[in-house]
């Protein structure tokens, strides 16, 4: 059948009856398209056109006037630079504390979770479905000065006059793990349901002692879920501008922060955008080279086998 | 050793809420220690116009966009069914979660301007359905890959068209993940705070813009309460995300 119709297909408009047979042909097309014309209308046009008007200078009646790097110029400050360096290293540290934190959670919940497996896993997500701001705001009654966690020190007189714990970094630090903590959990909670504890018996059987079954049995095995783990938190944690704005005062600047003043002033739109080309820019690239470096700590961790 | 470790991980996911419910109780308002119990707060919050007014628009986004990109989704797959080739295109959705939202919001409301289109309530659907797209179509197309490829092969030999099986075999096998996916969409696009910021311009509020107000205000119990009702109107919800069979494996 195919190799009959292939020689009219070549001249498709040739005859209305081709034509027919063309539009019944692609009309799966047509349908699927809605989320392609979608997907390229709001996500790449956007993006593209991001990154060509920040290297362009616009008239003051919105026509374009020509390509320039004044923009980047504005921006190529060290202060700029600090900050993205402040916001990968709030990434990267909110990335490997929940993964000291979520990892045991995870491996306890699936493998000796038993009946409670699934009400486990369950109070896991409950947080992660509601709005975050009412957690931040809940940590405030906690880390306020006269809050929970002050009166509670006080109580067991672990200390002597309350601690400011808001506006610090570390109140920042807390609340990003908080918020990303089942990002992390969930990846690793997944791979470790698929995965065959009788390989863990057979290991510990043939020798191996605790720690070396965790090494060249488990870890292996779990690395992929880890490795989604920590991206789905370091590149939103990125951006995050919310929890260090209500955290940490004003004292703390991020990408997010700088981005935000630049686009709500009226005249610094063009370098706002030129800014987030840069940081997003400078974000690929790092979360290229930890992709790369995840593989090499792998062979390291599992001592070259798979 | 790793129970008590496991232990303290849940204490410290739920300090903060038990804290946060009890003083939603509370007679006096924050920093005074416990008073008494009241309702007072629960009824200052049913008679605030401005609240239910946000939660309104939050509910519509977010329904709304979830169902456009279910639909979009679901269409795609459909082409799928038909098509083998067109496989090669899902992974130009996989890129939503690799772009950080915060680029993409500002990429969008950049876009925006260009074409003067004013910024609202349509401008706020499409930034969530785009969200909602990268979701929607990796999860469905996950599930879509797992079929029994013999359903359809059977369907087809009784005499079905495409059509008729990708409706009668494929949809039906697809509930969980449709279920799962439009949960998870809903969920994330009621949470939103970056799109809502850059993407609502002045004159449209939703739930995440009035909180983040009422909290730069000040401490008031009135918050307490909500964040209590929304607690406790989340539970069936991710009950029902779990009853959709492994909803979790959408990570």
């Known amino acids: 059948m195919e190799t009959i119709a292939l020689p009219q297909d070549l001249i498709p408009f040739s005859r209305p009856k081709n034509l027919k047979r063309l539009l019944k042909k692609e009309a799966p097309f047509g349908v699927g398209s809605s989320a392609l014309v979608w997907q390229f209308l709001f996500f790449y046009a956007p993006l593209v056109l991001m990154l060509i008007s920040s290297f362009s200078r616009f008239h003051i009646d919105g026509h374009f006037e020509g390509f320039t790097l004044s923009h980047f110029k504005q921006i190529l400050k060290l202060d700029y630079f600090l900050v993205i360096f402040e916001s990968l290293k709030l990434g990267f540290t909110t990335a490997c504390i929940t993964l000291f934190l979520g990892f045991p959670l995870a491996y306890t919940i699936a493998l000796k979770g038993g009946r409670f497996k699934n009400f486990l896993l369950f109070l896991v997500i409950i947080p992660f479905w509601t709005n975050f701001l009412l957690h931040i705001y809940a940590w405030f009654f906690v880390l306020e000065k006269g809050g929970f966690l002050n009166q509670l020190l006080l109580m067991t007189h672990l200390i002597n006059e309350p601690i400011h714990f808001l506006n610090t970094s570390f109140a920042v630090q807390l609340m990003m793990v908080y918020y990303y903590l089942p990002f992390m959990t969930l990846p690793i909670y997944s791979s470790l349901e698929k995965f065959d504890p009788t390989l863990i018996e057979a290991s510990m059987d043939l020798g191996a002692t605790k720690f070396q079954t965790f090494r060249r049995v488990v870890l292996p095995v779990l690395m992929p879920a880890i490795r989604t783990g920590f991206f789905l938190v370091f590149i939103p944690a990125f951006g995050e501008f919310v929890i260090p704005e209500l955290m940490g005062g004003d004292k703390f600047m991020y990408v997010g922060s700088v981005v935000s003043q630049f686009i709500m002033g009226e005249k610094t739109a063009p370098i706002g955008i030129a800014f987030t080309v840069l940081s997003g820019a400078l974000l690929m690239a790092s979360s290229f080279i930890l992709y790369k470096g995840t593989f090499a700590l792998n062979r390291w961790l599992t001592g070259g086998h798979r | ?251």
């Open chain 2, 1 to 251: 050793m790793i129970p008590l470790f496991v232990f303290s991980v849940y204490l410290f996911l739920y300090v903060p809420i038990i804290v946060l419910v009890l003083f939603s109780f509370n007679s006096k308002s924050f920093p005074s220690p416990w008073e008494g119990f009241t309702l007072h707060w629960y009824k200052e919050l049913f008679e605030s116009k401005d609240l239910w007014a946000s939660f309104t628009t939050s509910l519509t986004v977010s329904t709304l966009s979830t169902l456009l990109s279910l639909f979009m989704g679901v269409c795609f797959i459909y082409y799928l069914s038909r098509k083998q080739k067109g496989e090669n295109l899902v992974p130009l959705f996989y890129s939503n979660l690799i772009v950080p939202e915060l680029v993409l919001a500002i990429g969008l409301v950049s876009y925006f301007s260009l074409f003067q289109v004013p910024l609202g309530f349509q401008t706020l659907l499409i930034a969530h359905t785009v969200l909602g797209l990268g979701f929607a179509i990796p999860i469905l197309f996950v599930r879509f890959k797992e079929l029994p490829p013999s359903l359809v092969e059977a369907s087809l030999i009784l005499g079905a068209g495409p059509t008729k099986t990708f409706f009668k075999i494929t949809l039906p096998l697809l509930k969980p993940a449709l279920l799962a996916s439009g949960l998870l969409i809903f969920v994330i696009s009621f949470d939103d705070f970056l799109f809502s910021y850059f993407c609502a311009g002045t004159s449209v509020e939703t739930l995440s813009l009035y909180l983040i107000s009422s909290i730069r205000f000040g401490i008031s119990p009135v918050v307490n309460a909500l964040s209590t009702i929304l607690l406790f109107l989340t539970i069936p919800l991710a009950l029902l995300f779990f009853s959709s069979k492994k909803g979790t494996e959408v990570f």
